[in-house]
Nanobody, 129 residues
Framework: QVQVEESGGGQVQAGGSLRLSCVAS????????MGWFRQAPGKGREFVAA????????RYSEAVKGRFTISRDNAKNILYLEMNSLKLEDTAVYYC??????????????????????WGRGTQVTVSS
């Protein structure tokens, strides 16, 4: 069974930093691209960042580019999202997801939630002023 689980959410003051982690099991971690999405109250799911299977290519939304960094440690099977200079509008539930197709079939970065097959339960990030 494929399982995805994120952790590290919490409450932080505006301007502060927070690091989220994600582990995935059931399929070879290093064979799949990974992504972070978020959903604020009353809004739809929003793409945040993506990373390819090897970690050598990344993609960010304009809202977080320059402030967030996505990375992965394939030796430890862990995905990270380092969030810096947090703003009030970053408040949301953050989700970790694994792509549906392995690198063998498709090596492009994905920013559409429909391209991700497995999702974590989400972790709440609350930024206060």
């Amino acid at each position: 069974q494929v399982q995805v689980e994120e952790s590290g959410g919490g409450q932080v003051q505006a301007g502060g930093s927070l690091r989220l982690s994600c582990v995935a099991s059931g399929r070879p971690f290093r064979d799949y691209g990974m992504g972070w999405f978020r959903q604020a109250p009353g809004k739809g799911r929003e793409f945040v960042a993506a990373i390819n299977f090897s970690g050598r290519n990344t993609r960010y939304s304009e809202a977080v580019k320059g402030r967030f960094t996505i990375s992965r440690d394939n030796a430890k099977n862990i995905l990270y999202l380092e969030m810096n200079s947090l703003k009030l509008e970053d408040t949301a539930v953050y989700y970790c997801a694994q792509e549906r197709t392995s690198w063998y079939g498709d090596q492009s970065l994905k920013d559409n939630s429909r391209d991700y097959a497995y999702w974590g339960r989400g972790t709440q990030v609350t930024v206060s002023s």
